[in-house]
């Protein structure tokens, strides 16, 4: 080979190279909705639930009585801190986290803060996030609530190098009281950055750690190449700390988790949702990728029909721009969701099929992190949004 071919071949390999790494490149761009217009559907009949703000997630106790609960925060706190975006300001924060459990009732459409019995002072309040709710099948008037909790360090400036305090805060009720006791703390090394709980019963649950890492320098990269990270199983029914084991090792961005036998997961990264299923040992098999081109946030099910939500972060980059200052300048990102239904009849081969069933383009809700089924109705909360709003879906 003459100096001069080899010269070329080397420039050929960097204009493949260049050209592989556009085509790459274009498609994360792509998913991330940078040139996506989002077009209207069923976004015509909502009504705004006014004082619920910057609730990231909410959960509806059945499908009949109308009531849900939801983790709230503000839209101010929300600028200084969400470790899962490194907004990692914990000096800015209060001594006391004004963070709440709202109880929602549609019916009535008011809502009250759930007063929490019992939280260790050392805690300083909930630092809320997303949150579960499991009701006992045999004593159904009982509730078991868990929240993961982002609790600042006990040093704070300490927060930007070292993350968040993360625990999972187990509290009881009863369907509808003004309060919840707490019960336990699960705080465990495998829970490093919990993102959202699938419960199993009162005491077992599945967490996914949103990121491999508190803090590091490859999260700032993370919509180009990610870090996988993991789901955990956590066993709170003994007497002592919990005990937690990998569930699931190298998931991206594991976000939503559901509930029943089988686990849905949602990537935030990846542009799909999977379907797991839990072993007798706790650990979880895949069983099938739905393949959506959207970041995704949390996964709702309609425990009644079984329909799976999911909640897309359609224009990611004005998702993480609003992010910025809780929500309160910039362009409102706009919401897509997508239903997901299992072909139950279907043995073997794909068994899951998407259908958008929500878009709206930032006018009617903005920013929303989960869609909540209810009946025909969709609770859309946002990690920073100004309120709740709810839709109902005509087609
Ligand atoms: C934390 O917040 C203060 C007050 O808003 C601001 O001056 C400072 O730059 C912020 N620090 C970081 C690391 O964002
Ligand atoms: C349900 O809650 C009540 C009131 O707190 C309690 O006395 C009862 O033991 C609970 N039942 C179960 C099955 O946990
Ligand atoms: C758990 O069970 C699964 C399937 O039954 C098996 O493949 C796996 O090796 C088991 N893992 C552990 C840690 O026991």
């Keep these: 080979m003459s100096f001069l071919s080899l010269k070329r071949y080397k420039l050929g390999t960097l204009a493949l190279g260049a050209a592989f790494l556009a085509v790459i490149v274009n498609r994360k761009v792509d998913r ?24 990231e997630d909410a959960r509806w106790v059945d499908q009949e009585s109308g009531l849900a609960y939801l983790a709230c925060s503000s839209q101010e706190a929300r600028m ?42 050392a805690a300083n309040g909930i630092w809320v996030h997303a949150i579960e709710v499991y009701r006992s099948p045999s004593s159904p008037s009982n509730l078991t609530l868990f929240v993961n909790s982002h609790r600042p360090p006990a ?62 320098w490859t999260r700032k990269w993370e919509v180009l190449k990610s870090v996988p990270s993991d789901i955990i199983f956590c066993d709170a029914s003994g007497p002592g700390d919990a005990q937690c084991m990998v569930a699931a090792d190298q998931v991206v ?77 910039g362009i409102p990102p706009a919401v897509e969701v997508f239903r997901v239904r299992e072909d139950k009849k279907k043995s073997g081969g794909k068994r899951y099929t998407s259908e958008r069933v929500f878009g709206d383009s930032g006018e009617v809700v903005m920013g929303s992190t989960a869609a909540a089924p209810y009946q025909d109705k969709l609770l859309l909360t946002g990690l920073f949004s100004p309120h709740v709003v709810v839709c109902t879906l005509k087609q």
């Design 32 to 55: 991330a909705g940078v040139y996506r217009t989002v077009s209207p559907l069923n976004n015509d009949d909502c009504f705004n639930v006014p004082g619920l703000e910057a609730c």
């Design 80 to 121: 200084n801190w969400v470790p899962a975006t490194l907004h990692l300001n914990a000096s800015q924060l209060p001594t006391v986290s004004t963070d709440y459990i709202a109880l929602f009732d549609i019916n009535t459409r008011k809502h009250k803060r759930v007063e929490l019995q019992g939280l260790p002072p």
């Design 155 to 216: 040093d704070r400036s300490l927060a930007p190098t070292q993350g968040a305090d993360s625990v999972v805060e187990i509290f009881e009720t009863e369907v509808g009281s003004n309060s919840a006791r707490w019960v336990k703390t699960v705080r465990h090394p495998l829970v490093r950055t919990p993102n959202s709980v699938a419960a199993v019963n009162e005491r077992q649950f599945y967490v996914s750690n949103d990121h491999r890492h508190k803090v590091h």
């Design 253 to 329: 961005y594991p976000n939503g988790n559901g509930p029943n036998g089988l686990v849905y997961q949602a990537s935030t990264i990846e542009g799909l949702m999977r379907v797991w299923q839990a072993q007798p040992n706790h650990t979880l098999t895949p069983v099938e990728e739905v393949h959506i081109n959207r970041h995704f946030d949390n996964v709702h099910v309609n425990a009644a029909t079984g329909d799976i939500f999911l909640t897309a972060l359609t224009k990611l980059f004005d998702f993480m721009a609003a992010g910025k200052d809780g929500g309160r300048s």
